[in-house]
């Protein structure tokens, strides 16, 4: 049996929507990819930097391991720092207690930052001439999770970063970070600045500035590990990149 003219037009509207639908949905929209590929719940947070918006809900979720979540990032210029809260905890009122990375005890950081320490993912997208996408690790506020970030689809210098080393279990007695603490058992691993607070070794007031904030024996065993990421204030990592328009930015933690 032919079809029927009705059946002709709705074909053809179906088409036209799905034509019209490919035109005005950006094709090179720049998206987050967070990926547990630990073998336990972790819980991402992102803290948008001043003046920029506030992702995915409130910046704040749980993320069971063996999955993934996608997050659209802004289509104009945005930047901020992604991490890993662990060991958390459900209270009421929509509240959440973690042993490390906790942003003031709440489930939806909401633009609050994250406690120390804790590895980070920094980003600054939708920047320069050419629609750069800069990305990095840094352990300058200590270590709790390893993970990578990997820039998929741009053009130029797009290399994978990150941490992969599992400093918890080789950090430091001087920087280990135990909850409860002195006894209790090693979560994190802290900084220099975090576990002594002089001014040195956090690169404050005398120290800040790139003659006088060196390297210590406590980034040096970061920068040992984790030769890609920044250990601290000024640092500079092994690895420079130009990646320009990529199509994804991928962290996976636990890789």
């Known amino acids: ?21 490919l035109l005005i949905t950006p094709t090179n929209s720049l998206i987050l990819t967070l990926v547990n590929n ?18 995915a809900s409130g910046g704040g979720f749980p993320l069971h391991h063996f999955t993934h979540t996608t997050i659209p990032f802004p289509d104009t210029h945005w930047s901020g720092r992604v991490w890993a809260r662990t060991g958390c905890t459900s209270q009421p009122g929509n ?8 942003c003031s005890g709440r489930l939806q950081c909401n633009g609050a930052g994250g406690s120390a320490p804790a590895t980070l993912a ?22 709790n999770v390893p993970f990578t970030i990997t820039p998929h689809e741009g053009k130029g210098v797009c290399p994978v970063v990150g941490c992969r080393s599992d400093l918890v279990a080789t950090c430091p007695v001087t920087l280990q970070h135990r909850v409860p603490a002195v006894h209790g058992p090693v979560v994190a691993c802290k900084s220099g600045c975090e576990a002594f607070h002089t001014d040195e070794l956090c690169c404050r007031n005398h120290f800040n500035n790139a003659q006088t904030c060196k390297p210590s024996v406590y980034s040096t065993f970061f920068k040992h590990a984790c030769p890609e990421a920044f250990t601290f204030a000024h640092d500079t990592p092994s690895l420079m990149h130009q990646c320009s328009s990529p199509h994804e930015l991928k962290v996976i933690f636990c890789h």
Not at 38 to 55: E, F
Not at 95 to 102: F, I, M
Request: proline letters at 7%.
């Open 1 to 21: 049996m032919a079809p029927s003219s009705s059946t002709h037009y709705s074909l053809l509207l179906i088409i036209m929507l799905a034509t019209t639908f």
């Open 95 to 102: 509240r959440l207690t973690c042993l490390t990375g906790d």
């Open 38 to 55: 630990c073998n336990y719940t972790v819980w991402p947070a992102i803290q948008p930097n001043a003046g920029h918006p506030v992702l």
């Open 122 to 143: 920094q980003f600054e997208v939708h920047h320069g001439p050419d629609d750069y996408s800069s990305y990095g690790v840094s352990v300058v506020d200590g270590f």
